[in-house]
Each structure stands twice: as C-alpha cells, then as structure tokens.
C-alpha cells in the first residue's frame, strides 16, 4: 500500500485518537497500516506497540518493539517495555539487559523525563534488584557445592563482588608517573615481604621516639604546604591546614640528620626495608599526624613503581581508610601495604588522634634493572635546568 505524507499523518492522528478514547485495536489497525507503507518512523512502532500491549497481543507487541529498536536503538520506553515482554516470557537475563540499556538511555537524556516514564525507571530498577538478588542466591548455591565460601581467595570472592556490583574494579591512576603491566594489586599482604616482621617487632621503640617527638608540636608541619614558586592549588581545605601534619625522617631523598638523632630505633628498623633510592624523590619517610575530626580526601599518588607502607602507632577507634574497593583498619603495629596510585582516602572520626610511619618501598615486580632506570630517569628530569622562557 503507497502513502502520502499527508495520508500517512492522518492516519497517525487517527490512531492516536483511537488510543486516546481507549479503541486500541482501532489505533494498531491505524498504525499498522501506516508501517505497511513503510513509512512508519521510530514513533508510530512505539505507538503500534502501545496499542498491542493494550488489546493483550504480545507477540505483535514485541515485533513492533523489535522493529522500533532497530531503528532507534536507544529509546528509554522502547528498551523498557522490551524488557517487559522478556521478563513475561521468562527470560529474565534477556530482561535484565534491555531494562539496564534502558536505564542507561535515560540518564543520558537531555530533556526532564516525563512524570509517568520516572515511575517506570522505579519499577525497573526494583525488579533488577530483585533479580539481581535471586541471580547471586543461585550462584552462591552453586558454587558453595564445590567451592564454599569459607574456601575461596580473596582474589576470587573479590571478583563476584565486582560481577554483582558491590564493588567496582580499581586501577592505577598516578598523577605523574606510569609504568606499564604492573598488576592492579590495592592492598599487598604482608606475608609476601621478609622483612615485615623484624620491622613490625620494632613497633614498641618506635612509638616511644615518636612520643617523644610529639612533645613538641612545631616539629610538625602541615603535611600540604604552599610553594611560592607554583601555583596555589589547595586540596580540600588541606593546605597549610595542620589536621595533616607530618615530621620527615627522610626528605629530598636523604635522611633529616636531626630527625635522624631522635629516632635511632625506627632508623635501624628501616635499615633492611628496600627504600628506593630516586634522587631527591626518594625515599620519604616520616611520621603522619591526622588530628581529630580530620578526613583526607579520595586522591591518586604521583608515581606506580613503588608501594606506600604505613606502620600504624597510634589508632584510635572510629579511623578509616579505602584504597579502591577495599577499607582496611589501622591495627597498631601491623603493616599496611598498598598502591597509593589507585584512588584512597582516610578519615579520622574519632575524639583522639591518629599517628603512623609512612615510607615507600620499590614494588616487588620491578627487576634491578629496571629499579635503577627509573631512578636514572627521574635524576635526568629533576636535572633539568628550567632556564625556558615564555
């Protein structure tokens, strides 16, 4: 059957009167004649599709649905009452993947959602986490017939975490330096490291120094400061703020000699850590004062060829800290090593303070070799002369 424009426009109209005064098998004849024509639009199949939904018809609801999304892949109410006609059928992985798309098309929308489409993006994310719900229930079942829970790594239980979306998959973003194929590890195991032990059971000596040190409050500076040189980038209220504040054991790549003095037990404990030694970059080292109340917020560490360690001294109940997906407490003596690279953060909601030594180390995937040249590299750029002018 050939239409004009104008014919095939009123016969539109005509069917969305049919619809309107609750004839929808009127409308469906009305639109079905408009896509014989073929000059039926990504409008008139969802309109065909109302209609069938509403004589009962699913099947030609569906094949209107299917025809739509193959013009117009991407349209929210389409998406969604595919998903309807799949959850009806009992596919619910089919349903769940239109219900998503269409979730997905609506956030991107440009324009306000109508009132009556927001109820349905309700209705749609309620039923997804239902399903979402029972999918894990017969997964965990299943799984628990050959590998309980109570057996899995926490590599593996990790990853059904981020299947389910419980957690998000974490990687390195360092603001300065990348080194490539490294794994993405958040938090290393201390158990993969001898010389953890012998450090940790100096614990005791090293906190009585830092004690001592804390006595006087002006050896420690804010761990943020502005340089005169640079442009003034505060980081959340942070900057020459001493919520954070830090004294250095090791600064500009050397030891502070008359920190060094102060602290002999925590220097020979640190004799056998493998420091990298990068020029002025490296090692740091030093004591990290987190005052009551303080928080600092998600950020990324510079560089991904070396790991962060932090020796927990003094911990009070109500701190935190994130690297990635993963929150891990401060115990008092046990070492954290993690990738400051991926995103972390760390809070301090407790009435008390919170001190630990922080200090980096060479990652553990990186050969002598390759150690001594990004060292050799960032030398030749911090001898840069910067003499440029604009």
């Not at 998600?298 to 060829?305: E, F, K, L, T």
């Not at 070396?306 to 997906?325: D, E, Q, T």
Request: aromatic share 8%; net charge negative.
């Amino acid at each position: 059957m050939s239409l004009s424009n104008p014919e095939a426009e009123r016969i539109v109209r005509s069917g969305v009167a049919a619809l309107q005064r609750g004839d929808p098998r009127a409308a469906a004849a009305a639109f079905e004649q408009v896509a014989a024509s073929g000059r039926a639009g990504a409008p008139v199949w969802l309109l065909l599709a109302h209609a069938h939904r509403a004589t009962g018809d699913a099947a030609a609801e569906e094949a209107a649905l299917d025809a739509l999304l193959a013009i117009e892949p991407g349209v929210p109410r389409g998406l969604i009452m595919k998903g309807d006609r799949r959850a009806a059928a009992g596919d619910a992985r089919a349903a769940s993947s239109f219900y998503k798309k269409g979730l997905n098309a609506a956030a991107a929308a440009s324009e306000p959602l109508p009132a009556d489409l927001q109820e349905k993006l309700v209705r749609v994310r309620a039923w997804l986490d239902i399903n979402e719900g029972a999918y894990r229930e017969h997964l965990e079942r299943e799984m628990a017939k050959r590998f309980p829970a109570a057996g899995r790594s926490r590599r593996f239980q990790q990853s059904l975490d981020i299947l389910f979306g419980e957690k998000q998959a974490c990687f390195q973003r360092p603001t300065s330096y990348f080194f490539p194929e490294l794994p993405q590890i958040q938090f290393y195991e201390r158990s993969l490291f001898p010389w953890v032990e012998a450090l940790e059971a100096a614990t005791t000596g090293i906190k009585e120094e830092l004690l001592a040190l804390m006595r006087s409050r002006e050896l420690f500076q804010p761990y943020l400061v502005a340089a005169p040189d640079r442009p003034r980038s505060d980081f959340h209220g942070l900057l020459d703020n001493p919520k954070w504040s830090s004294l250095y054991l090791w600064e500009n790549g050397r030891p502070v000699e008359e920190n060094a003095a102060r602290c002999p037990v925590t220097f020979a404990a640190l004799e056998k850590v493998p420091l990298p030694r990068i020029g002025v970059r490296a090692p740091v080292v030093m004591f990290s004062w987190l005052q009551a109340g303080a928080r600092i917020p998600p950020h990324n560490g510079a560089m991904n060829a070396r790991l962060i360690c932090h020796l927990p001294l003094i911990v009070p109940s109500g701190c935190g800290f994130r690297v990635g997906n993963e929150v891990r407490a401060w115990e008092p003596g046990k070492l954290l090593i993690f990738d400051d690279t991926i995103e972390h953060e760390a809070w301090n909601d407790s009435d008390e303070d919170r001190v630990v030594l922080i200090f980096d180390i060479w990652r553990p995937e990186l050969d002598e070799a390759e150690r001594a040249a990004v060292a050799a590299m960032f030398e030749a750029v911090d001898s840069f002369p910067g003499t440029l002018k604009a």
